[in-house]
């Protein structure tokens, strides 16, 4: 009894660090309005409309030709299978062909962003905390380059080796009935992973601490890209989710990372 009572606790810590997770896209969303902070928000805000615009109208006219072309024609009377295929595979398909566009495009968003993201970080933590920023140990420039590089290439590696595992998933009969909730799961550990690396990056930590980190605080940073998720799927708002995104990954890392060890 006391063992189950120990893992409901267990369970509703994790719930409520989701839900905290979650939460601070609100606070993101509060502090990109600050009037100290909007000028730094023109130009990744800029970026992210003209990027995701674009997104959203080449999904709108690509995306039934994208997924006639992923269903197998059958004659007429095998038109009961089609059906049903179109019924179990459709869903399945639709939410893996958003999250790779979506995510395509808000990676070339972050890519051309970064610079300008990293300002906003430095400057909604230093609204927050009050403090110049403590970027740790100094390195060359150099070698900042060199471990920059090597940090995006470690996490463009990461996400390409659990994209072909789960479109593998994908195709397997039983197996992809789940992967619809699995692919969602991804893609909200992916863009937490994206959005913690501008205020963590700017304490001199890379792909590596920060996919650690993110991972003693599992429920936290999916909560977190959970949220961006949503705000990148929904028209009109994911105009403004890369920089609310980024707002609100500052806000988790300034009031959670010294238990992100």
Same mark, same amino acid.
């Given at each position: 009894?006391?063992?189950?009572?120990?893992? *409901?606790?267990?369970?509703?810590?994790?719930?409520?660090? $989701?839900?905290?997770? +979650?939460?601070?896209?609100?606070?993101?969303?509060?502090?990109?309005?600050?009037?100290?902070?909007?000028?730094?928000?023109?130009?990744?805000?800029?970026?992210?409309?003209?990027?995701?615009?674009?997104?959203?109208?080449?999904?709108?006219?690509?995306?039934?030709?994208?997924?006639?072309?992923?269903?197998?024609?059958?004659?007429?009377?095998?038109?009961?299978?089609?059906?049903?295929?179109?019924?179990?595979?459709?869903? $399945?398909?639709?939410?893996?062909?958003?999250?790779?566009?979506? !995510?395509?495009?808000?990676?070339?968003?972050?890519?051309?962003?970064?610079?300008?993201?990293? $300002?906003?970080?430095?400057?909604?933590?230093? =609204?927050?905390?009050?403090?110049? %920023?403590?970027?740790?140990?100094?390195?060359?420039?150099?070698?900042?380059?060199?471990?920059?590089?090597?940090?995006?290439?470690?996490?463009?590696? !990461? +996400?390409?080796?659990?994209?072909?595992?789960?479109?593998?998933?994908? *195709?397997?009969?039983?197996?992809?009935?789940?992967?619809?909730?699995?692919? *969602?799961?991804?893609?909200?550990?992916? *863009?937490?992973?994206? !959005?913690?690396? !501008?205020?963590?990056?700017? =304490?001199?930590?890379?792909?590596?601490?920060?996919?650690?980190?993110?991972?003693?605080?599992?429920? $936290?940073?999916?909560?977190?890209?959970?949220?961006?998720?949503?705000?990148?799927?929904?028209?009109? %708002?994911?105009?403004?989710?890369?920089?609310?995104?980024?707002?609100?990954?500052?806000?988790?890392?300034?009031? =959670?990372?010294?238990?992100?060890?």
């Amino acid at each position: 009894m006391l063992k189950d009572t120990g893992n *409901l606790t267990k369970e509703n810590f994790m719930i409520g660090n $989701l839900f905290k997770g +979650f939460g601070h896209i609100f606070n993101g969303l509060k502090l990109i309005v600050q009037p100290g902070l909007r000028r730094f928000v023109i130009i990744p805000l800029s970026i992210n409309i003209t990027l995701f615009g674009g997104a959203t109208w080449y999904l709108f006219i690509k995306f039934d030709e994208w997924m006639n072309s992923l269903l197998p024609d059958f004659p007429d009377w095998l038109s009961w299978l089609e059906t049903m295929l179109i019924w179990l595979l459709w869903p $399945l398909f639709s939410i893996m062909i958003l999250l790779v566009i979506f !995510y395509s495009f808000s990676f070339i968003a972050n890519l051309i962003a970064a610079p300008f993201n990293s $300002l906003l970080a430095e400057k909604i933590e230093k =609204h927050l905390t009050g403090q110049a %920023l403590d970027t740790g140990p100094n390195f060359p420039t150099s070698e900042i380059i060199k471990r920059s590089i090597s940090s995006e290439m470690s996490k463009l590696l !990461y +996400f390409l080796k659990w994209w072909v595992l789960l479109f593998i998933l994908t *195709l397997l009969p039983v197996l992809n009935l789940v992967a619809p909730f699995i692919w *969602l799961l991804f893609g909200a550990w992916m *863009l937490s992973l994206e !959005y913690l690396d !501008y205020p963590m990056a700017n =304490h001199n930590k890379f792909f590596k601490d920060i996919n650690k980190q993110a991972i003693s605080k599992r429920s $936290l940073s999916l909560g977190l890209g959970g949220s961006i998720m949503l705000f990148t799927s929904i028209p009109l %708002l994911n105009l403004i989710a890369m920089p609310t995104g980024v707002a609100a990954a500052t806000s988790l890392w300034v009031k =959670h990372r010294d238990q992100m060890s």
